[in-house]
Nanobody, 125 residues
Framework: QVQLVESGGGSVQAGGSLRLSCAAS????????MAWFRQAPWKEREGDAA???????YYKESVKGRFLISKDYAKNILYLQMDRLKPEDTSMYYC???????????????????WGQGTQVTVSP
């Protein structure tokens, strides 16, 4: 049974940083496409970053240069380092995992097989 558990969310001021973690069990992060999504109240879910089994990186334009997605193979954890946070980054953040090694042509739009419960990020002005 695959489980994804996010942590690391919190409240910060604009310009601050947070690192989100997604600990996986029953699933090997190194061998699969994984991603971070966000969803704010009354808004569509959107993908921020993805990292596939070939270590190819994908980012939404608005987070490029501020967010960094990475994996710790030894700990079997997916991370999202978020720097220079903005109030518009306030959202619930979710870890997503695919059964495939490759994220495909639209890694931030594709379907994912497994989801975590989410962690809240709040950025104040």
């Amino acid at each position: 049974q695959v489980q994804l558990v996010e942590s690391g969310g919190g409240s910060v001021q604009a310009g601050g940083s947070l690192r989100l973690s997604c600990a996986a069990s029953g699933y090997t992060v190194s061998r699969h496409c994984m991603a971070w999504f966000r969803q704010a109240p009354w808004k569509e879910r959107e993908g921020d970053a993805a990292l596939d089994g070939y270590e190819r990186l994908y980012y939404k334009e608005s987070v490029k240069g501020r967010f960094l997605i990475s994996k710790d193979y030894a700990k079997n954890i997916l991370y999202l380092q978020m720097d220079r946070l903005k109030p518009e980054d306030t959202s619930m953040y979710y870890c997503a995992a695919a059964s495939a090694l490759d994220c495909g042509s639209n890694p931030l739009l594709r379907e994912y097989n497994y989801w975590g419960q989410g962690t809240q990020v709040t950025v104040s002005p």
